[in-house]
């Protein structure tokens, strides 16, 4: 039986609730309305790595106090944040990305801000939070068994069963993450991640880019396409090795390099054989995060996540 992972309960999950995502250079915030999945206005600001604490905290504040303005008050919030990180108490554990945080207690210092009890402030994975989003309002919604992976600086992964989180179980690796699984001559994440497409097309042209300007010129330049290619065959090695025994329903691809699916997706697909899951890129993109922040209210009072339509999720587009 796999273990459920405890999201954080609340008794009034269906009131306003502030949900921030928490990026390696920026942070997204907007209110979570309730049980239909619906998000306010989203307001972003970017960081940098000469950041301080004190610096962070009051852009989290400005930015929840900019999503927030003329909507209901909100009780609470909950913010998606990259690991490691003690989600349980609320401290910063990350030294590479963000170490102006370390050893800080985030929970303490937003609550102080926004005048709330600590218990009001909660944490949860990013990748657990894609998935929660896609689940509940997005490219999962309606599956059993969804796996949603994202896929940028790093490979980013989580699992879910009936609208449940799982971070163990059959066929699910240690903590639902799979970046660091040996793979070929190394781990998943030195062939799936920006890292591997830039590193592919410099070794094979001696020209270095980025992965969103390799996806533009793709069609015009056989040796980007061969590159996306060759990413998209290690894909779909990936989802035939490591997910067999799990045997998702759909797998959900989210983070940047989702957006040039078109050309990856074919050569991932064919290395899929049997009884394949469907391969689905990500309705809500940016927006999925912030969902399943929200999202986690909800599974937290109900045990399980009920989908609504992904047309549901924002009052007002940003």
Not at 124 to 147: H, M, S, T
Request: charged content about 15%.
């Amino acid at each position: 039986m796999s273990k459920v992972w405890d999201v954080h309960r609340t008794d009034n999950a269906d009131s306003p609730v502030l949900v921030f995502d928490v990026g390696g250079s920026h942070v997204s915030a907007a209110v979570f309305l309730g049980a239909d999945f619906r998000l306010g206005p989203v307001a972003r600001g970017l960081h940098s790595a000469g950041e301080t604490a004190d610096g962070f905290i009051g852009l989290l504040h400005a930015l929840g106090a900019e999503a927030a303005a003329g909507l209901p008050a909100a009780q609470g919030a909950t913010l998606a944040m990259p690991s490691p990180f003690d989600f349980e108490k609320g401290i910063c554990l990350m030294r590479h990305k963000l170490p102006y945080l370390y050893g800080v207690s985030l929970r303490d210092a937003l609550a102080a801000r926004f005048g709330w009890q600590p218990a009001q402030v909660h944490f949860l994975n990013d990748a657990d939070a894609y998935l929660l989003g896609e689940v509940g309002a997005g490219a999962g919604r309606g599956f059993a068994r969804v796996v949603a992976i994202t896929l940028g600086t790093g490979t980013g992964s989580a699992f879910s069963v009936d609208g449940r989180l799982v971070t163990d179980g059959p066929g699910v690796p240690h903590g639902g993450e799979i970046w660091d699984l040996p793979y070929e001559s190394g781990i998943v994440e030195d062939f799936l991640s920006s890292r591997a497409i830039v590193s592919d097309y410099h070794r094979r042209t001696g020209n270095k880019s980025t992965v969103a300007a390799l996806a533009r010129i793709a069609l015009s330049d056989p040796v980007a396409q061969e590159v996306f290619t060759e990413f998209g065959l290690h894909l779909g090695r990936v989802l035939r090795t490591l997910l067999v025994k799990f045997l998702p329903d759909v797998v959900v691809l989210g983070g940047g390099i989702s957006r040039a699916a078109h050309l990856f997706l074919p050569a991932a697909q064919q290395e899929l054989t049997g009884p394949a899951p469907q391969l689905r890129v990500s309705d809500l993109q940016d927006l999925a995060p912030l969902v399943g922040c929200g999202a986690a209210r909800l599974l937290g009072r109900s045990g399980a996540l009920a989908s609504v339509g992904a047309s549901s999720t924002q009052t007002n587009p940003a």
